[in-house]
Every structure is written in structure tokens, then in C-alpha cells.
């Protein structure tokens, strides 16, 4: 069991943090920073990339290098600091809008680049900082502010989306639990190629209000019984059907990264 807190790489007096109470967002945030602690994270070598929304907010903590960029381009921005300098850790935090409704076509080319980015993905299923409208992975059927008599489109799959896109490790972790999504991060941050770990988070002032899921601790129950480890998923007769979801290491894979390839090409062109 891990004895590091994180509390390291958060700016002096900051707490208390923005989110609302019963927001998963904090937990992440933890998870995250004790993963930067194990693997001895240097500020000074590593830059997380933000884009809009509450899970964006989460640089203002931060003493690492950070930078908050605009609704749907964390990826973009994150992209060019990488392919600048290789050595640098870079770190991308995207809600579910950020990262695959406004920001979906940079989400699948970092993927199929394979750069060396991780990207950490708080899906709260709705747009929660400006007012819980419907986002691309808002499930079927539920209420939003925007899909009042509950949402008629389909929704995206971010680790299936990833995978076929083809990030070389993909993860799905939940707010609800803590130490199992340390170590999907931990482990995504030392995998070379585009890692995304997907923290499914509890959004309690607009999705579960809106979807019966209303005092706080719903959210956390209903995640706390629908997850399940991908040990146990793969075996269920009808998961999907049923409301289950797999959390766990769901793909690893070791394709080359962009930057490798990038300077093989080099190497060629300064030999022609
Ligand atoms: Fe969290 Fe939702 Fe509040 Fe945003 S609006 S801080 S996602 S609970």
C-alpha cells in the first residue's frame, strides 16, 4: 500500500477546492498526484495540458507546468509540446466534452498518432460547469438540461473509441474507486504511446439530480454496485443489459509512438 499523498505538487493554501460536494473530480485529482508521487514526478519535467469545463479546473492547483487551453484542444496543444520535446511527462485532463464531443476528432488522431501523451478523462456524462447539458457520452434516454424528456442519441464508448483508434493502453477506472484507479494511472503514465485512463465520475448537482440519483451518495452507490473489475465482467451473462460496466487495464498494447517513428523518418531523410 502506497504512503504517498500528492499534497507535494499542490500550490500553498488552495484547499478548499471548487467542486461541489459529492463531486468526483477531487478523487481523481488524488489519485492522479500520489501516481505523479510513486513515480517521482519532477515539476520541472512535466506539464499538464487542461482544457474547459470542472475537471480542466484542476491546473489552478497545480505547482507542476501547466496550461489551460481552449474547449475541445487540450489534445492539440498537448500534441505540439510533445513532438517539441520528448522528455517532458505530458499530462492531458479532458471531461467527456473536452475529449470526445467538442474535442473528438483530436482525441481519435492523438490515439492513432500513438503519441506519448496520457490522457485522463473524467466522464460525468453531461457538460457540468455550464449548467448539465447533454454531452457525447450522456447514456441513452437520460435527462439532461437540454434532453429534458431524456436523450435520444447514442452514446460513445471513450475506452472503445481509444482502443479502436489505436492508443497502446487503455484503462477505465471510477471516482468511487480510489486506489484501483492509482494504479491504472501510474500504469499509464509509464506506458510509452497514447494512454487514456477514464474515470467515470459522479456529477450530483446536474446528472444525478436530474436522473433520480439525487442526495450525493446515489451517485457513489450506483457506481459502487455497476462497476465491476474486467476479471469478473468478462464471465456475466448479460452485463451490458443489465447496467454493469468493466473498470480495469482493458487494453496494453506496444506499437511504436509517434515520436520514434518520427525520428526514423528523420534519420532517413537526413541519409537521402
Ligand atoms: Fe462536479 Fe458537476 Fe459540480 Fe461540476 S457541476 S463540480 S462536475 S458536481
Redesign the pocket.
Known amino acids: 500500500m502506497s504512503h504517498a499523498t500528492g499534497v507535494k505538487y499542490l500550490k500553498d493554501g488552495v484547499l478548499p477546492h471548487?467542486?461541489?460536494?459529492?463531486?468526483?473530480?477531487g478523487t481523481v485529482l488524488g489519485a492522479m498526484l500520489r501516481a505523479f508521487e510513486e513515480l517521482d514526478f519532477k515539476n520541472e519535467e512535466t506539464v499538464v495540458v487542461t482544457g474547459i469545463?470542472?475537471?480542466g479546473k484542476a491546473d489552478d492547483y497545480l505547482v507542476t507546468n501547466a496550461l489551460h487551453t481552449t474547449h475541445g484542444r487540450a489534445l492539440a496543444f498537448a500534441t505540439g509540446i510533445k513532438a517539441f520535446n520528448p522528455r517532458l511527462n505530458v499530462v492531458v485532463l479532458m471531461?467527456d466534452g473536452d475529449s470526445v464531443t467538442i474535442g473528438g476528432n483530436h482525441f481519435i488522431h492523438a490515439a492513432r498518432r500513438n503519441i506519448d501523451l496520457t490522457a485522463i478523462v473524467?466522464n460525468?456524462m453531461?457538460y457540468?460547469?455550464t449548467g448539465?447539458q447533454v454531452s457525447g457520452t450522456t447514456p441513452a434516454g437520460k435527462i439532461t438540461s437540454t434532453t429534458v424528456y431524456g436523450n435520444p442519441e447514442r452514446e460513445f464508448d471513450i475506452c472503445a473509441l481509444a482502443d479502436a483508434a489505436g492508443a497502446n493502453y487503455v484503462a477505465r477506472g471510477t471516482a468511487c474507486h480510489g486506489w484501483e484507479l492509482q494504479n491504472s494511472i501510474k500504469e499509464a503514465l509509464t506506458k510509452k504511446g497514447f494512454s487514456l485512463v477514464e474515470a467515470i465520475?459522479?456529477?450530483?448537482?446536474?446528472?444525478?439530480r436530474n436522473n433520480n440519483l439525487k442526495p450525493a451518495l446515489e451517485m457513489i452507490r450506483w457506481l459502487k454496485e455497476k462497476a465491476v473489475p474486467v476479471e469478473q465482467y468478462d464471465p456475466l451473462a448479460h452485463p451490458k443489459e443489465e447496467g454493469y460496466f468493466p473498470f480495469g487495464r482493458l487494453v496494453d498494447r506496444n506499437a511504436p509512438d509517434f515520436n520514434t517513428r518520427y525520428e526514423e523518418i528523420r534519420a532517413r531523410a537526413a541519409r537521402s
Open positions: 471548487m467542486w461541489c460536494p459529492g463531486c468526483g473530480a469545463g470542472c475537471w471531461g473524467v460525468n453531461n457540468g460547469m448539465g465520475s459522479p456529477c450530483p448537482t446536474h446528472f444525478g
